[in-house]
C-alpha cells in the first residue's frame, strides 16, 4: 500500500484554475493507477478522473476538456490541473491509488486514500 498526501486546494473564483498534487510514499509507485475524487457537502463521493500506470487517462464528462491529470514518477507526484473552474466543482478532493487491472472508476476500486484538500469555487 502507499499513503498519499493531497495539497494545492483552495478558494478560486469562477473561471479560475488551481493545480493539486497527490503525493505518494513508496517505491513502486510507478504500478498504481492514480484516481481522483471529489465530494461536495450532502452528495456522495464522485470520480473525476484516473491516470493508469501506463499513462493513460479517463475523465467525468463534467469535467472534460477542463481538466488535466498527469503524473511524474521520478517524483510519486500525480497532479490534477483544474481550468474554467465552475461553482459545481466545490468539495473536498481526494486522490486515491490502486493496482486493479482495467480502469477503475468507482472508490470500491481503491485501497489507499489521502486526506482531501478543500476546492472552494466563488461565483
Known amino acids: 500500500q502507499v499513503q498519499l498526501v493531497e495539497s494545492g486546494g483552495g478558494l478560486v473564483q469562477a473561471g479560475g484554475s488551481l493545480r493539486l498534487s497527490c503525493a505518494a510514499s513508496g517505491r513502486t509507485f510507478s504500478r498504481y493507477a492514480v484516481g481522483w475524487f471529489r465530494q461536495a457537502p450532502g452528495k456522495e463521493r464522485e470520480f473525476v478522473t484516473v491516470?493508469?500506470?501506463?499513462?493513460?487517462?479517463v475523465y467525468a464528462d463534467s469535467v472534460k476538456g477542463r481538466f488535466t491529470i498527469s503524473r511524474d514518477n521520478a517524483k510519486n507526484t500525480v497532479y490534477l490541473q483544474m481550468n474554467s473552474l465552475k461553482p459545481e466543482d466545490t468539495a473536498v478532493y481526494y486522490c486515491?491509488?490502486?493496482?486493479?487491472?482495467?480502469?477503475?472508476?468507482?472508490?470500491?476500486?481503491?485501497?489507499?486514500w489521502g486526506q482531501g484538500t478543500q476546492v472552494t469555487v466563488s461565483s
Open positions: 486515491a491509488a490502486t493496482t486493479t487491472i482495467g480502469v477503475p472508476t468507482t472508490a470500491g476500486d481503491y485501497r489507499s
Open positions: 491516470i493508469r500506470s501506463g499513462g493513460s487517462t
